[in-house]
């Protein structure tokens, strides 16, 4: 079977420093915000650029208290992209606001920004950005919106590490960014895992406070705050692949540049206009014949995926709320994206043979 992603080979590749790195943080004994988590923060601020970084227990809370943290409350509107993975919207819910869905753009499958003016209204409080599949949003328009808006810009950044937009990286172009260390991310750990990079030193210290119950000082609590922090022996493993970070990321890219070339012809393939360094946390194409794409894949044992087939505005749990809203692009991009193996050790030709039988399908 060829995979989506490739997890051991990455910890086989690196194993002796990772085992090390763990058997070292268990003979520390300090498993809770101990010496890794520090040093971790420093170093993946320094990699990123960031002024801060503190780490959490998840994405899904990353977002959750870079929000909090920014003052979002009931009542208060926030504007995100339909076409994402739940938890940013979800994320805007635990704090009683609102995620106000605006289009994408065909080409990038980030929010429009063309179409973001449209949504503000005066509830509104702060956009949020995905940086889809590795792909950064267009930064430069979103970041001039809220500008003139007054609006807050909280990047969610839980596909893009190590992806950047006109020489900035994701997570340091808004106020606050909001990372995932889920195994499976361009930057994963063996556990779940999570970070917000913030602008301010007030932000910063006001994450760390949400995610320690609260507290600033033991047993003093200012705050309902949450348990949310990475275990030390995540941070551990972190710090070794952050490392690597960059090999991982080109990895990707060559595997993405592969496919492209075999499959420009046959499908519409990932689109990079040179202002912005995708790291394809996913290789995705949109064809209208997916389907029989992905049945031909299955029968020849290659792994393929639908990331994500339902955008938000029509999931369940938002389709009353947004009865009245038709967001076309995002509707026709769900029903014809597919998402092919990628990962940085992907041989070429592991590459070449997912290409070949694809476009065998497709041209079909
Ligand atoms: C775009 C996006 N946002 C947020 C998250 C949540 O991250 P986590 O799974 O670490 O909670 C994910 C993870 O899949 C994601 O893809």
Known sequence: MIPMVDLKTQYHSLKEQIDRAVLDAMESCQFILGPNVTALEQEAAAYLGASHAVTCASGTDALQLAILAAGIAPGDEVIT????????????????????????????FNIDPGLIEAAITPRTKAVIPVHLFGQPADMA??????????????????????AAFNGKMTGTIGQLGCFSFFPSKNLGCYGDGGMVTCATAELAEQVKVLRNHGSRVRYHHHVIGYNSRLDDIQAAILRVKLKHIDEFNTGRRRVAQLYS?????????????????????????????????????????????????????????????CAQLTLPVAESVASRCLSLPVYPEMPEETVRLVAATAKDALAS
């Open 261 to 321: 070339e075999l499959l420009k012809d046959v499908a519409t393939v990932p689109f990079e206009d040179g202002k912005g360094v995708h790291v394809y946390h996913q290789y995705t194409l949109l064809s209208d014949r997916r389907d029989q794409v992905m049945a031909r894949l299955s029968e020849h044992q290659i792994a393929s995926a639908v990331y994500y087939p339902i955008p938000l505005h029509r999931q369940e749990v938002f389709a009353e709320a």
């Open 81 to 108: 992209s339909p076409f994402t993975f739940i938890a940013t919207a979800e994320a805007i819910c635990y704090a009683g606001a609102t995620p106000v869905f605006v289009d994408i753009d065909p080409k990038t």
């Open 141 to 162: 328009a979103i970041g001039a919106i809220c500008e003139k808006h007054k609006l807050l810009l909280i990047e969610d950044c839980a596909q893009s590490f190590g």
